[in-house]
């Protein structure tokens, strides 16, 4: 026969089985939790189900005082630990907010939640505290300025002060790792003392801590994780040279750093990302490779960096400040976009020694105007849309030029060029009416045909010293060319075509070098132009057009000179 439950005693067991302690002593509720020796836990009067948000403890307020032992039906027992969730929500609705929290010496943990959404102003602490560990969001957006941490304290859980109003704390000494997100957007943080026990600190830790200015890394410190300062108040940072490991964006956006001081090796990506007042930078020798995005919008204006280092990441340096750039010699890597949009770069120098870069390293630097190329390969988009750049000067060993080097580059009117291969020109667009003036280097001994066959736009070119051939149609259909400098001393045999349809009959100028004319007057073709004057050569001239005595003014003793020259004198 099947026994039937009354109505009463099953209302009674369901009360018990949703009860969350086992009694209740002035207002507070334990659970017991070991009976040798009798220890309890303060708990909540309500279990905590994640789909609700009533409080646990509705109604609580004003100080709460935990005590160190607590007696039911004549058991004394110990209280060893708060409950998660155990306070959690407990002001909600409340006119009245929970003001202080007194914790004994034997409480040994405080759960996850224990008192977020409290409001606590006050967490009063036991100096000879038990106290080891403190969970997850344990003081989650409580008001406390200030809270006392014991020596016994080794494990804080993450998010555990997130949002307080914490503005000071000092970390206990046993203290390892400070947790993920552990003091994240404590708006008022203003002072944080870290221990020399310290070997990590998590992602996040004290990220949004505006008004956190300073903080001083241990020489224990091994470890930093992902954006564990970032928004934070810093106006300077040292990196201990302990640290070996660093996460993402580390600084990121810590609007106020000016300097930084970089005593370990190792960086991470977008360290620096948008420090915008970050104007120095101290490496130390030994870092190998400033990582990708690591100095976006920075304010840094001059690039140092130690012989240790060999590469530059993507973006690196992007939107820095930078106003004249001669990157190391030392460096052999740049990655893509690493300078890109440097609005006040006006100038730069690629040295010889970089084999490997990146597309648009270069773009949209709007104030760019020269550019010296001393390495062999110029990247993809390297100087797109650098609309002011007007020369650029390509060093013997330059072998490629990637895909829309020079797109839009609108201002481009000079190139000088030594030991190249002339087919190169040919990648930066529109150089027909954009060029205006090409200087060959005295390394170039043959000038191949065609090379600018129909370059509209060009008004000026010189040729080095020791050409020993210009192919047929070199300059041919250049009908805007005023000035031809050789500056070979004796002119060699050259086709009709080579300057077919330039206007050598008065509109374009031949210039040799002193003591030359008579020479070139006897040359077929280079006797065709109807002025070939001295001094445009080797001397370099006045730059005065009619200035034959090069003395800097247009005066009869011009038409003397010129008279001695046709004579051979």
């Not at 494990?155 to 704390?169: D, H, K, M, T, Y």
């Not at 470890?223 to 201990?240: H, N, Q």
């Not at 002011?388 to 330059?398: A, C, D, H, P, R």
Request: charged share 10%; aromatic share 8%; with cysteine.
């Amino acid at each position: 026969m099947k026994k039937v439950l009354s109505l009463a005693a099953i209302l009674l067991l369901v009360a018990l089985s949703a009860r969350a302690y086992d009694f209740m002593v002035d207002g507070l509720c334990y659970k017991i939790t070991g009976s040798n020796p009798n220890t309890v836990k303060v708990c909540a009067q309500k279990e905590y189900a994640s789909t609700s948000s009533s409080p646990r403890y509705p109604g609580l307020e004003g100080d709460i005082v935990i005590p160190q032992t607590v007696t039911n039906n004549g058991t004394p027992y110990t209280v060893t630990s708060i409950d998660d969730y155990c306070f959690y929500y407990s002001n909600y609705n409340n006119s009245r907010p929970v003001t202080s929290v007194t914790i004994p010496a034997s409480v040994m943990y405080i759960g996850k939640y224990a008192f977020a959404i409290t409001y606590v102003q006050a967490v009063n602490i036991s100096p000879n505290s038990q106290l080891s560990t403190i969970g997850e969001w344990a003081f989650w957006a409580c008001n406390m300025k200030s809270i006392y941490l014991p020596n016994s304290l080794t494990s804080i859980g993450v998010n555990a002060f997130f949002r307080s109003l914490l503005q000071s704390v000092t970390l206990p000494n046993g203290l390892t790792t400070i947790a993920e997100n552990t003091f994240a957007n404590c708006v008022n943080l203003s002072s944080v003392t870290l221990p020399s026990s310290l070997t990590s600190i998590s992602g996040g830790a004290f990220s949004g801590c505006s008004a956190l200015s300073s903080i001083t890394l241990p020489a224990s410190l091994t470890t930093i994780g992902e954006r564990a300062f970032s928004s934070a108040g810093l106006t300077s940072i040292t990196i201990p040279s302990s640290v070996t490991s660093i996460g993402k964006e580390l600084f990121y956006s810590c609007k106020s750093l000016a300097s930084a001081k970089l005593q370990n090796t190792v960086m991470s990506e977008g360290q620096f990302l948008y420090c915008s007042a970050l104007t120095s930078v101290t490496f130390t020798n030994g870092i190998t490779e400033i990582s990708d995005n690591a100095f976006i919008d920075t304010g840094l204006t001059t690039l140092s960096l130690p012989s240790s280092v060999t590469a530059i990441g993507n973006s690196a340096f992007a939107r820095c400040k930078f106003s004249s750039l001669s990157i190391p010699s030392h460096i052999t890597s740049i990655g893509g976009n690493a300078f890109s949009s440097c609005e006040n770069l006006t100038n730069v120098t690629i040295p010889s020694s970089v084999t490997s870069i990146g597309g648009n390293v270069f773009s949209s630097c709007d104030a760019l105007k020269s550019a010296t190329i001393l390495n062999s390969t110029i990247g993809d988009g390297e100087f797109w849309s650098c609309d002011q750049l007007e020369t650029v000067t390509f060093g013997e060993s330059l072998k490629t030029i990637g895909a829309n080097a020079f797109n839009s580059c609108s201002a481009l009117v000079k190139v000088n060029m030594n030991n190249i291969d002339f087919t190169l020109l040919k990648k930066i667009p529109n150089y027909n009416t954009q060029l205006k003036n090409v200087v060959i280097g005295n390394n170039v001994t043959a000038i191949p045909a065609s090379v600018c066959q129909n370059w509209t736009g060009l008004e000026s070119v010189t040729l080095p010293n020791n050409f020993s051939s210009i192919g047929n149609s070199a300059f041919s259909g250049c009908t805007q060319l005023m000035d031809v400098y050789s500056l070979r001393e004796r002119p060699i045999t050259i086709d009709a075509s080579v300057f077919n349809g330039v206007q050598v009959s008065g509109y374009c100028d031949l210039h040799v070098p002193v003591g030359s004319v008579g020479r070139y007057r006897a040359m077929n073709v280079w006797k065709d132009f109807y002025v070939i004057d001295e001094g445009g050569g080797h001397s370099g001239g006045t730059g005065i057009k009619g200035d034959v005595n090069e003395d800097g003014v247009v005066s009869g003793a011009d038409v003397t000179a010129l008279y001695s020259i046709l004579l051979g004198e």
